[in-house]
């Protein structure tokens, strides 16, 4: 079996933490020049790759700029840094709880994305790190939804990032969640949901169909208030998109801040961080796969709706 060759370093820098978008000209030799190819490509408005190549946004290997005319070479990598979107930077402290030469764990708060993606790119966990602890290597090992705070792992060597990966694949770190939610005394707990979720690519919100179960999640009362909310302790066996914020729902207690379960709302303004999603990732237990060392993670924060249920309704 071949195996492929590695692409070469960026020859540019991070911009705010993020890595430069690197493009690969495909092997079929159908355009006639580079900027053909990237104006195809890249579906970008009338313009714009005309005037990074004008520019000499648009690098090669060796960090030279691609000539506005340069012939399309099949194979050839460019890189260019995207133009940065405007954000509304999240007025909440990204705390690091534990670091050393291979992992640095995270408690996020809500409303921060933990990796680039759509329109939250510069502000997202992974960039703030890369900037306030000066690792541009630092990878996210896994996931946490924007609005969910808590704990998340992330890699500081990239050579190390698939076996930090292969344990959340495999089942192999325990974690805890803690959710507010409304108190349904008809509701038996402890109980375990088994249902099979479906998430499709640009609709918001997860649903539940017939067939085999794909995600598996304990759900356990841990306190309740007279008159008030109640504190949940959720343990998900599984991965799947909102599979607790799902679950919950689908048990008639969906948890408290959620914009799209049981039914998706009109988004908020941006700026607007009142009311966020009551779901904390509590812990993350595992077995370092580099260092052998077990570790375990709590993370410090308290849901606001659970800590001052009327200032959070408020």
Do not use: C
């Amino acid at each position: 079996m071949r195996r492929r060759t590695p692409p070469p370093p960026s020859p540019l820098p991070q911009r705010e933490g993020i890595d430069p978008v690197r493009v690969r000209l495909p092997p079929k030799n159908t355009w006639a020049t580079v900027r053909d190819h990237l104006v195809e490509r890249l579906a970008a408005p009338p313009g714009v790759v005309d005037g990074m190549l004008d520019a000499g946004r648009i690098v090669d290997a060796g960090g030279r700029p691609v000539p506005p005319g340069a012939a399309y070479v099949p194979g050839m990598y460019v890189w260019f840094h995207r133009d940065l979107p405007a954000e509304e930077r999240v007025p909440f402290a990204l705390d690091v709880v534990y670091r050393d030469e291979h992992i640095v764990v995270a408690d996020k708060p809500h409303f921060l994305a933990t990796t680039p993606r759509g329109s939250h790119v510069a502000e997202t966990a992974l960039a703030r790190l890369r900037r306030e602890l000066g690792l541009p290597t630092l990878s996210a090992a896994h996931r946490l939804d924007r609005l969910t705070a808590g704990l998340v792992l992330f890699t500081v060597r990239p050579g190390e990032r698939g076996a930090y990966q292969t344990l959340f694949r495999d089942g192999r770190v325990a974690k805890e969640y803690e959710a507010v939610a409304p108190y349904d005394p008809a509701l038996a707990t402890p109980r375990t949901v088994r249902s099979r979720i479906v998430k499709e690519r640009g609709v918001l919100a997860a649903y539940e169909v017939e067939g085999e179960p794909n995600a598996v999640s304990h759900i356990e009362l841990t306190d309740h208030r007279p008159g008030g909310p109640a504190l949940y302790r959720l343990v998900p066996s599984t991965g799947q998109t909102h599979q607790l914020r799902v679950h919950m729902s689908t048990l008639g207690v969906p948890i408290l801040g959620d914009p799209l379960y049981p039914e998706v709302t009109d988004p908020v303004p941006p700026g607007d961080f009142r009311r966020p999603l009551q779901l904390l990732a509590r812990s993350l237990e595992f077995t370092d796969p580099v260092t052998g060392v077990a570790h375990r993670f709590r993370s410090g924060r308290v849901l606001g709706a659970w800590g001052a249920y009327e200032d959070w309704a408020t």
